[in-house]
């Protein structure tokens, strides 16, 4: 049974730091593309940043230079270090694992307070 299950969040004020975790059981994160997306309150699902299997890194334009993901394969888990946050950073922010299938973590809610 394959598990993904984020970690890290919580209420910041702006300006301020996080680093989300996702563990991964029964499926490997380093021969997948994994990524990081996020939905905020009234609004759709959107994706923020990924990693390919090959360790190329790619972060949507409203959070680039100021968040990075990075995964430890040793581990199976994803990392995705989020600085300078702003309030419009709020979201629950979600795990994905896109190989042959596609996985999905519950989330973590992150509250940036301003």
């Known amino acids: 049974q394959v598990q993904l299950v984020e970690s890290g969040g919580g209420l910041v004020q702006a300006g301020g730091s996080l680093t989300l975790s996702c563990a991964g059981s029964?499926?490997?994160?380093?021969?997948?593309?994994m990524g990081w997306y996020r939905q905020a309150p009234g609004k759709q699902r959107e994706w923020v940043a990924q990693?390919?299997?090959?360790?190329?890194?790619y972060h949507a334009d409203s959070v680039k230079g100021r968040f990075t993901i990075s995964r430890d394969n040793a581990k199976n888990t994803v990392y995705l270090q989020m600085n300078s946050l702003k309030p419009e950073d709020t979201a629950v922010y979600y795990c994905?694992?896109?190989?042959?299938?596609?996985?999905w973590g519950k989330g973590t809610l992150v509250t940036v307070s301003s």
């Open positions: 990693i390919t299997s090959g360790g190329s890194t």
């Open positions: 994905r694992c896109s190989g042959r299938m596609d996985y």
């Open positions: 029964g499926v490997i994160f380093g021969i997948n593309v």
